[in-house]
């Protein structure tokens, strides 16, 4: 099993930047591609962002150019710097993580097996 922990959110001015973490514990060393997404209230979940083990990434159009997504696998860690936030970026941001280690990609939550808890995210106008 793998456990994963965001933290990082917080409420900032439209404008701001912010860096979520997820820290993985447990099963690390099976760790897969992992990923970001996010829920508005009332909304789907939907995604943000994902990278392989060998640091390949792929963001969604929405916050393409203003979010990096990267990791570490030493600390078994992914990141998520967030610049030029808006309100509409306000949402639960949740981290997973798949269970196989793999170079590709993935976009949708049902391809994901682990999931963190979430962090609030809130972006003032």
């Known amino acids: 099993q793998v456990q994963l922990v965001e933290s990082g959110g917080g409420l900032v001015q439209a404008g701001g930047s912010l860096r979520l973490s997820c820290a993985a514990s447990g099963r690390t060393f099976s760790i897969g591609t992992m990923g970001w997404f996010r829920q508005a209230p009332e909304k789907e979940r939907e995604f943000v962002a994902t990278?392989?083990?060998?640091?390949?990434?792929y963001l969604s159009d929405s916050v393409k150019g203003r979010f990096t997504i990267s990791r570490d696998n030493a600390k078994s860690t992914m990141y998520l710097q967030m610049n030029n936030l808006k309100p509409e970026d306000t949402a639960v941001y949740y981290c997973?993580?798949?269970?196989?280690?793999?170079?590709?990609?993935?976009?949708?939550?049902?391809?994901?097996?682990?999931w963190g808890q979430g962090t609030q995210v809130t972006v003032s106008s």
């Open positions: 990278i392989a083990v060998n640091g390949r990434t």
């Open positions: 997973a993580s798949r269970r196989f280690r793999e170079s590709i990609v993935y976009t949708q939550s049902q391809e994901y097996d682990y």
